[in-house]
């Protein structure tokens, strides 16, 4: 089963600040980077080639050096700063109706998590995202209705983050523990930051 009107979008702009020794998307989990267990997931969940959303040219050509040649690059909106420049550039390029986006460093991303969470959207909601009871959100493992997103995104400010474009939008919020046995919700929410966070998933 797959979400076709669903474009996964993969945050690949960062700086991996916190990561010693190069650039995270880079690094491998059994041979393969980090960006292509990503890309390979959302593409498995939706049948069609993700968006890498990337700062600038010479970040497009490390990636394209790893990922298949039909996966489509897209650029960071100028006008906000870090993880939301690249959500919204990611939103831009999409060319369905709702986008599942995700952080670059997720080699555990889920593909029946995706489809799982794309099966709780509805008529009435912008976004569906998990969240643990008394949590925040999982803005980077969540689905946006491209339209509701991006008509509100003249009232976030330049600095915010992917959360307070949530904040603006109706969203279903999916506790953790209605995911359903066959989904390995944990797995596919864990992300990278560190070497230390590399070698636990290795």
Known sequence: MTAPDLTGVVLAGGESSRFEGGDKALATVDGRPLVRHVVTALERATGRSPVVVVRDARCEERYANVLPAHVRFARDDERFEGPLAGLLGGLDAAETGWVFAAGCDM????????????????????????????????????????EDALSVRSALPRAAGPQALLDELAVRDVPPSEAPSTVDLAASLANVNTRADLGTVE
């Open 107 to 146: 080699p555990g991303l889920s593909p029946a998590a995706v489809e799982w969470l794309a099966e709780r959207r509805g008529s009435t909601v912008g976004g569906v995202a998990v969240r643990p009871p008394g949590g925040v959100r999982e803005s980077l493992h969540a689905l946006y209705a491209v």
